[in-house]
């Protein structure tokens, strides 16, 4: 297994479309104002909810991005999707699943549905399955979205749209040794 670390010089792009970029996300996203990234990040504890997290993330600084940064920063609920089972739980889940659910339904944002790293599935008691179509409150949706493939296709949406989701084959990882 071959583990790269660091890009090849054929996958970069061009050094004047990447200070290009950089300078056009810094001030659509405020990094010009702050050194920290654009929403907090949860911590994922035992959960195993990174494809969820990847998902909301990427949608949140899309909208921003939409909006040229204009109006109050959006923090869409992970603790949503995993409540809905929109595309997964703490045990996995699928990149595109939060995306295809929300289609068709609202999510909330995180002060009205904190993280809280569980799902249905789990046991604890703070996830049991319940209705979560309350409404009107504050909340985000999509109209469409799509799928790509290729690292050319990646690099030229994400230059061009912003932050994309992803999906990884970690497995592969378990079995990394240093040497």
């Not at 993330?57 to 409540?83: E, F, Y």
């Amino acid at each position: 297994m071959s583990v790269v670390a660091e890009a090849r010089r054929s996958e970069l792009l061009p050094r004047s479309e990447v200070e290009a970029m950089g300078i056009v996300w810094r001030k659509l996203l405020g990094f010009a104002r702050q050194a920290s990234s654009v929403l907090p990040v949860d911590v994922h504890v035992y959960c195993g909810s990174c494809w969820a997290h990847g998902a909301v993330s990427a949608l949140a600084d899309r909208v921003k991005i939409a909006r040229n940064a204009q109006g109050a920063d959006i923090n869409p609920s992970v603790q949503h999707i995993l409540n809905c089972h929109a595309g997964g739980t703490c045990n996995g889940g699928s990149v595109d699943g939060p995306y295809q659910w929300l289609m068709s339904n609202y999510l909330s944002y995180e002060t009205s549905n904190p993280y809280v790293a569980c799902s249905s599935d789990v046991s604890g008691g703070l996830c049991d399955a319940g209705e979560w179509t309350i409404q009107p409150y504050p909340n985000v949706t999509i109209s469409d979205y799509g799928s790509i493939s290729g690292e050319a296709a990646m690099k030229k949406e994400i230059y061009e749209r912003g932050p994309i989701s992803c999906g990884v084959d970690a497995l592969p990882l378990l079995n990394y040794t240093t040497e």
